[in-house]
């Protein structure tokens, strides 16, 4: 369905997936691939204060808090989005204490974000992400092969079974979708030397702290 400027029907952004293949269990808007790989990645937050924004990339690996309302109103942000060389998607976050409708709708709106991003001319890298072994059956659909797929590992490495499930999705996420680039925000991980698909760019917080050294 096309917006319609109806409240009634618009309120469920049933356009932002119009015309999209939906696929797996829960019928994920399937996201086109892309060979892009960020450099100069800054967060939604920042965006206001860059002064070149076309060297810069954005992400939104960053507390759900700062950028909620971009679901609710994402054409608000696009004219300054634009400006930006590309957009690593939202990455609304999917947490083991979360109720199991609660994850899969905010994965949901990742790969509805993604898709609509991309339908809208931003050079767009797909997020994956994931709670725990479950979540594995459908997490990734939609997501593209042969691509370019970004994840974060901020959180993940602090306890035994956060890294656990950190490493048990990206082996899944490799196997599944035979990804040409895996890009992940925050620090570099030993047990990932073994791919030669794996990027690296420091998360928010590392680079904060980089401007502070």
Known sequence: MLKTNIRKYDIFKLYYWHGATLVGKYKLPQVAPTQAIPHDVISFNERSGV??????????????ALFESFWN?????FKKLKKFEGII???????????????IWNCTRNRVM????????????????????????????????????????????SSPYGKEMFLLGIKELQQKKKPSHIIVCGRHIDELDNYDNIIYYPCFSQRWKERAD
């Open 73 to 77: 109103h994402p054409d608000v942000s």
């Open 51 to 64: 002064r070149e924004p076309e060297k810069h990339w954005i992400d939104f690996f960053i507390d759900d």
């Open 89 to 103: 998607t939202t990455d609304y976050s999917m947490l083991p204490e979360m109720l199991p409708g609660q994850i």
């Open 114 to 157: 993604a898709y609509y991003l991309q339908q809208n001319g931003f050079n767009a890298i797909p997020v994956a992400s994931w709670s725990s072994e479950e979540d594995f059956e459908w997490c990734l659909d939609g997501l593209p092969e042969l691509s370019s797929i970004a994840v974060s590992s901020n959180g993940c490495m």
